[in-house]
C-alpha cells in the first residue's frame, strides 16, 4: 500500500512540473549515473593500483630477505664481516615495512611516520598514498585481514632470524664456531627461509584473491549502472512522448472546434507543465471570450481618461508656463513703467507658484500610491494655521466679489500635535475648487469638534456637482464632465489626494452634498491628538528666528546650470556671503584644495562627477564642513539617501530663497560657525 502511494505521488509530481524541468531532472540524473559510474571506475582504478603496489612492496619485502639470508650464508662461511653488514643492511627493507604496519595499529596513528616506514621499504613514493588509504579504510575485509596476518607473521620470523644473526656473529668473531655448528645454522637458516617463503606467499595470494573479488563486484555494480541509465532513458523517453502527443492531440482537436466558433471547449490535461499551462490559457481565453467582452469597452474608457487627463495635464502646465515665458520676454524691454515691471513679475511669480503645486500634486499623489507619503506631525495653533489660509484666500474673494467666512467652534481645541502642512493641504484644495466654481454668493469654512474627530465644513454657493459625476470626483485623473468645470481647468488630482491625506491623518473626506447651480458641501475630518507638551508652532513650519548672521560665510556651490548659479549669487551675496562656484563635482574638489570653506552646496545632477560620488570624496578626505545638497527629486527616498551619504542638510527644487537662507541659518546656529 505504501509502495503504491509513493508511486502515485512521484507520477504526480512528474505531472505537474514543467517540461524544461522534466529535461533537467533527466540530463541531471543521467549525468548524475554517468558521474557515478566515472566515480566507481576511478575508486576500482585507485584500489587496483594500491593493491598492485603491496604485491609489488612484497616483492622488495621478499627479495631483501632472501639478500639478507644469502649474506648471512656467505659470512657463515667465509667469516667476512662485510657480508654481515650486507645482511644487515638488505633487512632494512622488511623493517621499514614493519615500522609502517605498527604505525598503522595504532588508534592515533601518525601519517608522516606511515609514510617514512614504507619509503624505507623502498616502496614507490607515488603509491604510498595508496597503500595507506588501502590499509586505513578497508582493513576490515578479509582477504586485507589475511595479507597482514602473513605480514605480521612474515615480521616475527625477521625477528627470529636478526636474533640469529646476532648470535652467529658473536660466535664468529670469537672464532668459537665449529664446523658441526655452522651445518647446523645453515639448516636453521633455510628454515627460516622456508618460513618466510610460505608467509610471503600467503600475503601476495590473498592480495590477488581480493583484487579478483573487488573486480567482480565492481563489474557488477557498472553492469547494474548500466542497465539503470539504459531503463531510465526508455522510460523517461516513452513517457514524455506519450504524454506530448496526447496533450498535443487535446489542444489541436480543440483549437479547431475554438475556431470554428465552437466556444463550449475546455481542454482537459491534468498536467501542470507547458501543455497543461498552454491548456490553461486556452480555457481562460475562451472563457475571455464568452464572459467579458465588455473590458474592451473598459479599456477604451481607461484609455479616453488617460488621454483627457493628459491633455488636461498638459494645459495645467503649459498655461503658467507660457505666463513666464511670455512675460520674462516683455521685461527684457528697457521701456516698461515700474508698475508694469511690479505687474509682470506678480504674474511671473504666481504662474511659477501655480506651476510647483500642479508638480508638488502629482508628487505626492504617487507617494501615496506608492505608499511612501509620510507624515511630519508637530504640535501647533489651529487658529493660526487658519487664519493663515484664509486671509490670502479673502483678497481672491474679494476680487470675484464673493464672501470668504471662518466660523470655529467654541471648544474647538487652540492647539493640536497633527501634520499641520498636510491639514493645510486638504483645505486649501477645498477652499480653492469653492472659489473657482464659484461665481456669486459666499463660501464658509466650519471647524468643530465631534468626539475625537476635528471637523472641517467648507461649503459653497457655486455651480454644483452633477449627479452622474459625484461617485467619480475622487478617483485619480477625472473630473466633472461638465463643460464649465472643464472651463475652469485643474488636474483632477486635488480631491483624490486630499482624500488620502485625510485618511493618513485618522479621518475622511467626503461630499456631504452637491446641487447643481445651487453650491456644494464638502466634510473633512481628522483624528484630534491633544499637544504635546512642547512649545508650538504658529504655522506650517517653524522658521529660524535666530538673529545669526550669514555676512562673511564662505560657501561652494557646486551647481551645472549657469542661470541657477547666478540666482544662488544674487541670492547669497545680499546676505553678505562669500560664494564660489563649480561646474562640476570635479572642480568643487579641485577648489575645496585649494581653498577654506564653511559651507558647500552640491548639486545632485552633474556632469562627470555627481553630488553622490562628490560627497563620498569630500568625507573620504576628511572634509566634515557642513554640505547640503540641491536635488529637483522632491521623494522622501531620496532625502534619506542624502542623509545616509553624509549630507548635513536637503534643498528640493526649484529654489526658494527664503528656504534656501532659512537652512544656512539653521546650520550656521547648530554648527557654531565662526563667521
Request: charged letters at 25%; proline letters at 2%; a neutral charge.
Amino acid at each position: 500500500m505504501f509502495k503504491m502511494k509513493s508511486l502515485k505521488n512521484t507520477l504526480s509530481f512528474w505531472n505537474h512540473i514543467s517540461v524544461a524541468k522534466k529535461l533537467y531532472l533527466f540530463f541531471g540524473l543521467m549525468t548524475f549515473l554517468i558521474g557515478f559510474e566515472l566515480f566507481i571506475l576511478s575508486f576500482a582504478m585507485n584500489i587496483q593500483s594500491s593493491v598492485r603496489a603491496f604485491i609489488a612492496g612484497e616483492g622488495q619485502w621478499s627479495k631483501a630477505q632472501k639478500d639478507a639470508i644469502n649474506g648471512l650464508y656467505k659470512y657463515i662461511i667465509s667469516k667476512d664481516s662485510k657480508h654481515y653488514l650486507q645482511f644487515q643492511k638488505n633487512l632494512s627493507v622488511p623493517l621499514g615495512d614493519r615500522k609502517a604496519r605498527l604505525e598503522l595499529e595504532k588508534k592515533q596513528a601518525r601519517y608522516q611516520d606511515i609514510y617514512n616506514g614504507f619509503a624505507a621499504g623502498n616502496n614507490h613514493p607515488d603509491d604510498i598514498d595508496g597503500m595507506i588509504y588501502l590499509l586505513q579504510n578497508f582493513g576490515f575485509i578479509s582477504y586485507i585481514k589475511e595479507a597482514k596476518k602473513a605480514w605480521k607473521a612474515g615480521d616475527e620470523i625477521i625477528d627470529e632470524l636478526i636474533v640469529f644473526g646476532n648470535h652467529l656473529q658473536i660466535k664468529i668473531q670469537q672464532q668459537k664456531l665449529t664446523e658441526q655448528e655452522t651445518l647446523i645454522a645453515i639448516d636453521k637458516i633455510d628454515s627460516l627461509n622456508s618460513r618466510l617463503t610460505i608467509e610471503e606467499n600467503k600475503f601476495s595470494h590473498s592480495l590477488e584473491e581480493g583484487s579478483r573479488w573487488l573486480e567482480h563486484i565492481i563489474l557488477l555494480g557498472l553492469l547494474l549502472l548500466v542497465i539503470t541509465v539504459e531503463m531510465t532513458g526508455l522510460l523517461f523517453t516513452f513517457r514524455f512522448s506519450q504524454n506530448l502527443s496526447k496533450g498535443l492531440t487535446k489542444l489541436r482537436e480543440a483549437a479547431e472546434k475554438i475556431g470554428k466558433g465552437d466556444f463550449n471547449q475546455k481542454v482537459k490535461i491534468k498536467s501542470k507543465d507547458e501543455l497543461g499551462k498552454l491548456a490553461q490559457s486556452l480555457n481562460q481565453m475562451v472563457e475571455y471570450l464568452q464572459k467579458n467582452m465588455f473590458l474592451r469597452k473598459q479599456a477604451e474608457e481607461a484609455n479616453k481618461t488617460k488621454s483627457l487627463f493628459l491633455a488636461n495635464m498638459s494645459h495645467e502646465i503649459r498655461t503658467p508656463l507660457s505666463s513666464i515665458v511670455g512675460f520674462t520676454e516683455l521685461l527684457k524691454k528697457s521701456n516698461l513703467s515700474q508698475d508694469d515691471k511690479e505687474r509682470y513679475l506678480n504674474i511671473i511669480q504666481h504662474s511659477g507658484e501655480s506651476l510647483s503645486n500642479v508638480i508638488n500634486d502629482i508628487l505626492d499623489i504617487s507617494k501615496v500610491e506608492s505608499g511612501h507619503l509620510n507624515l511630519e506631525k508637530t504640535n501647533f495653533s489651529t487658529l493660526d494655521l487658519l487664519k493663515d489660509l484664509i486671509e490670502p484666500l479673502r483678497l481672491k474673494c474679494l476680487e470675484k466679489g464673493i464672501n470668504l467666512n471662518l466660523e470655529v467652534q467654541k471648544d474647538f481645541p487652540l492647539h493640536i500635535y497633527s501634520d499641520p502642512l498636510r491639514l493645510r493641504q486638504i483645505l486649501l484644495n477645498l477652499l480653492t475648487n469653492a472659489i473657482k466654481f464659484t461665481k456669486e454668493g459666499e463660501i464658509s469654512l466650519y471647524a468643530g469638534l465631534e468626539g475625537n474627530k476635528l471637523i472641517f465644513d467648507v461649503v459653497d454657493t457655486g455651480m454644483g456637482i452633477p449627479k452622474k459625476d459625484q461617485n467619480i470626483i475622487f478617483e485619480h485623473f477625472r473630473q466633472s464632465e461638465n463643460s464649465l468645470t472643464r472651463k475652469h481647468g485643474g488636474t483632477g488630482l486635488g480631491l483624490p489626494l486630499s482624500q488620502h491625506l485625510a485618511i493618513l491623518l485618522g479621518g475622511e473626506l467626503k461630499l456631504v452634498e452637491s446641487t447643481t447651480h445651487f453650491g456644494s458641501h464638502f466634510r473633512a475630518s481628522i483624528t484630534y491628538e491633544k499637544a504635546k507638551n512642547a512649545e508650538t508652532t504658529n504655522g506650517l513650519k517653524q522658521l529660524n528666528s535666530s538673529s545669526v548672521s550669514l555676512k562673511g560665510l564662505k560657501i561652494l556651490v557646486a551647481e551645472d546650470a549657469e542661470d541657477l548659479r547666478l540666482l544662488i549669487k544674487l541670492i547669497l551675496e545680499k546676505h553678505g556671503c562669500l560664494v564660489d562656484f563649480a561646474e562640476d563635482g570635479v572642480v568643487a574638489l579641485e577648489k575645496v584644495n585649494q581653498k577654506k570653506y564653511d559651507v558647500i552646496l552640491l548639486d545632485i545632477q552633474m556632469p562627470r562627477m555627481n553630488g553622490y560620488d562628490t560627497i563620498s570624496k569630500l568625507r573620504e578626505i576628511g572634509i566634515s564642513i557642513p554640505i547640503l545638497a540641491q536635488t529637483a527629486h522632491a521623494m522622501n527616498e531620496e532625502k534619506e539617501k542624502c542623509k545616509l551619504l553624509g549630507f548635513d542638510e536637503v534643498i528640493t527644487k526649484p529654489l526658494m530663497p527664503e528656504v534656501l537662507v532659512d537652512k544656512l541659518t539653521q546650520i550656521t546656529k547648530r554648527t557654531s560657525l565662526s563667521l
